[in-house]
């Protein structure tokens, strides 16, 4: 059983396109999040939802919206794909990020090629 | 302004040598750090972590130390394994009472090579 999956694995699309990654947890975690590593491989978060509420926003740019149906899914769409949004995005989820040792468990990866 | 930073790229250790990979920081928040070992095309695992009000946590093979006074922990892998060829990045975040709400902020990776 995988307990964080994401699809699609890979993604290949045109530039100005929008395009959705889904992402589920079976772990019964109350958090999800975005990371998304680039070509000099950062992992950075995107956004964190707490119980389908937004939590974290990290300055991305509004062409990128979450959307979270329910706690153990987490989808992210992103309007007028650009160059730049090519990337490998991982999804994560823990369990209580208050806590003091809160640790997240990540998806496979989507990576995203724009053409 | 990277605040976790792996600053040795590559590793290679022979099998049945130690691994020892390092990682700095420089928010004196973060009290909660986090190894994780990540395989081509595959997601981040988590390896191991550590709280700051320890200076050791050890699983295994794995043992990772702190040093909060140096901002600096490493990861000692003993004895290395062919199969522990992998990305590992270091991680912390701000834990309870921070103001990140579980937001990790990760190191460059450190790409670790082990000889048969």
């Known amino acids: 059983d995988t307990a964080v999956s994401q699809t699609p694995k890979y993604l290949v699309t045109q530039m100005g396109n929008d395009k959705s990654i889904k992402c589920e947890q079976n772990?019964?975690?109350?958090?999800m999040y975005w990371y998304k590593q680039d070509s000099k491989k950062f992992l950075k978060i995107m956004f964190s939802?707490?119980?389908?509420?937004?939590?974290i926003n990290e300055t991305v740019p509004n062409r990128f919206s979450p959307k979270s149906p329910d706690k153990a899914h987490l989808n992210l769409h992103i309007n007028s794909l650009e160059l730049g949004d090519s990337a490998v995005y991982f999804c994560?989820?823990?369990?209580?990020?208050?806590?003091?040792?809160?640790?997240?468990?990540f998806g496979p990866g989507t990576r995203l090629t724009v053409l | 302004d990277q605040q976790v930073k792996q600053n040795s790229p590559s590793l290679s250790v022979q099998e049945g040598r130690i691994s020892i990979l390092n990682c700095d920081y420089t928010?004196?928040?973060?009290?909660?750090f986090l190894w994780y070992k990540k395989y081509p095309a595959e997601g981040p695992t988590f390896l191991i972590s550590?709280?700051?009000?320890?200076d050791k946590n050890e699983d295994g093979r794995f043992t990772v130390f702190l040093n909060k006074s140096a901002k600096h922990l490493s990861l000692h892998i003993v004895p290395s394994q062919p199969g522990d060829s992998a990305v590992y990045f270091c991680?912390?975040?701000?834990?309870?009472?921070?103001?990140?709400?579980?937001?990790?902020?990760f190191g460059q990776g450190t790409i670790l090579t082990v000889h048969p």
């Open positions: 994560a989820s823990s369990q209580d990020p208050t806590g003091s040792t809160d640790t997240q468990y």
């Open positions: 550590i709280s700051s009000i320890k």
């Open positions: 939802y707490n119980n389908k509420e937004l939590i």
């Open positions: 928010n004196s928040m973060f009290d909660y």
């Open positions: 991680a912390a975040s701000e834990g309870r009472g921070g103001t990140s709400y579980g937001k990790l902020t």
């Open positions: 772990l019964g975690h109350d958090t």
